[in-house]
């Protein structure tokens, strides 16, 4: 039985931080992202909890989270960059040197991974960038290993003077396990940048010297790091390969179907570079291996380039199980149990299809009224809305596309370029523009395109938890900012100037230019003392024998606080409803009234 003192009961993110914390953590930088945006907020409690000293730089994009923690450990400090899956292809740059240049506090990458876009726009096997970037990689099978890998990951960055990597999948990011905690290891250190030209300057002979320590020490680590596990039968003429997510669906089925004896299972903890002599000895007497792992097969794919003359048996992987989305339970079951011909095994559970739950604007949140200014001064027009990454981005789908960060700005420059038959209008809220945007629109003025850009800033970082970004607080002047880059039509204007908002679309609408609207409404879910004394002393009531039927603050709003019922009625639903009046605004019949409590 475990004591109170040395165990707790932790999630993913939890563990992550709790380890990063007692593995000596000096200094930390992120940019949030949603399944790891839990773990900047858990650090700051720990920190404060304990008096620590931990240095938080709340990046405004992975390329200058990663950066900033390279600089941390160039100077012999322990630093910590939390990223999403997506987020690497902004940090790759910086990334792509880091192995070169090495570190000499010990840095550790944690990556949000989301095979089956469960908590993401979409997925992506970030894998190979670990084979790209010369970079160790570790992938735990649970929350326990989350925390133990964290604190391996930061003496092995030491140890090699390379940063390490560990990719956290959605479902060890919420569960929750007893967790076995180690103690706060205390490290004395004067953080102190010692010049070398020769290892921090890689350009020309020096970059391709640098690569080439940088491979001599992944060939290091292979041969000394074994951080693999191997189950039941080593004599077994089938070999059962796993990493991350797919080794417990595995694990637990061949103990279900008794199949010890059958099978030999290796499940690999550090999944780049991979232990050589251990995975030699594995493959020895095998007839034939299967590799199971989510997405696209990495393992497989490493494994056939580097010990491709020691095959003698089949192998297989992507041939039997998807490279797209989870690996689930279900498919694990029906390959093992079509495999071994196992008598009453119902291959998948004939369950009815679960659909897809889309997200929505929460009650009162101000982007479906900025929206509203969108469409409304797009009428009489062919008009093109580009859409962004964060809240904005939710149901009911107003914009013409969605891909990635600051694409509502960045792709709408290429649109309006080439295309003048039709008006294109950008959006993005200000955490959007903050990470890429700013450098975007200044293209756009550079380059003198003609275009209409929207920023929907209520405050905050709001869609992965909140964080601030510089309109949070009082020091960044948005008008300052866009007369600096030479924006010189631009609005900024409350949630509340609705109509005024739609009368300037549609003069600007006619001009050329860059164009920028500031739209600014708080989130919803902040907390906002004018909101709260309103609903504390008033409500909205909709007066059907005023209301046409014209269904703007049901179908174009889409507010969750307004309902119909089986007649067809419309009614406001008091306890949801925020009180931010939008409805009340855009009603062309005044059928919603202010009723004093």
Known sequence: MLSD??????????????????????????????????????????????????????AHNEHIATLSCLGASFSKARSLVVMKHVGMNIAADPLSYAGYAGVKGGMVI???????????????????????????????VSVQEAYDMTIDAFDLSEKYEVPVLIFLPVAYSYSIEPVVLRGKIDIECTFYFEKDRNRYINVGERAVENHKKALEKLDLIAK??????????????????????????????????????????????????????VFLDFIKN???????????????????QEFFNHFNCKI????????????????????????????????????????????????????????????????????????DIGCSSLPPFKADWLLCMNAGLGVS????????????????????????????????????????HFVFDNKYVAMTGHQYSPSSGTKFDESAFLESIGVTRYYVLD???????????????????????????????MPNPEREMKKKNMYLDLQNYLCDGCSICYDDFACPAINKNENDKLNIDSELCVRCGACRI???NDAIKIVEK
């Open 5 to 58: 003192k040395n165990y707790k009961l932790l999630n993913g993110n939890q563990a992550i931080s709790q380890a990063a914390f007692d593995a000596g953590v000096s200094f930390f930088s992120h940019y949030p992202g949603s399944p790891v945006n839990n773990i900047e907020p858990e650090l700051r409690k720990i920190n404060t909890e304990n008096n620590g000293n931990i240095f938080f730089n709340d």
């Open 110 to 140: 944690i990556v949000g991974t989301d095979p089956g876009a469960n908590s993401s726009t979409g997925e992506q096997d970030v894998h190979w960038y670990a084979k790209s970037f010369n970079l160790p990689l570790f992938e735990p």
């Open 224 to 277: 000394e790091q074994n951080y693999t596990k191997t189950f039941f039968n080593p004599k077994a003429s089938l070999g059962i390969v796993t990493r991350g997510l797919t080794f417990n669906h595995v694990y637990e089925y061949i103990h279900e179907f008794k199949l010890e004896d059958k099978v030999q299972l290796i499940n690999f903890g550090l999944v780049f570079p991979i232990h050589k002599q």
């Open 286 to 304: 095998k007839e034939k291996i299967i590799f199971i792992e989510d997405q696209d097969g990495f393992l497989e794919i490493i494994a056939k």
């Open 316 to 387: 297989h992987g992507k041939s039997i199980f998807p490279a797209y989305g989870a690996i689930s339970k279900d498919q694990v079951k029906s390959f093992i149990s079509k495999e071994f011909d196992l008598p009453g095994v119902i291959d998948t559970i004939n369950a009815p299809g679960i659909l897809e739950r889309l997200g929505t604007f929460c009650e009162g949140c101000p982007h479906r009224s900025f929206y509203h200014v969108i469409f409304e001064g797009l009428k009489g027009y062919d008009g093109i809305v580009g859409g």
């Open 413 to 452: 420059q290429g649109i309006a370029s080439v295309n003048k038959s039709q008006v294109v209008i950008s959006t993005g809220g200000d955490g959007s523009f903050f990470h890429g945007g700013m450098m975007s629109l200044q293209s756009a003025v550079e380059n003198n395109i003609d275009l209409i």
């Open 495 to 525: 949630v509340t100037e609705i109509q005024k908002a739609i009368y300037l679309l549609k003069h600007e609408i006619k001009r050329k230019g860059v164009r920028v609207f500031w739209m600014k409404g708080d989130c919803a879910l």
């Open 586 to 588: 855009v009603c062309p």
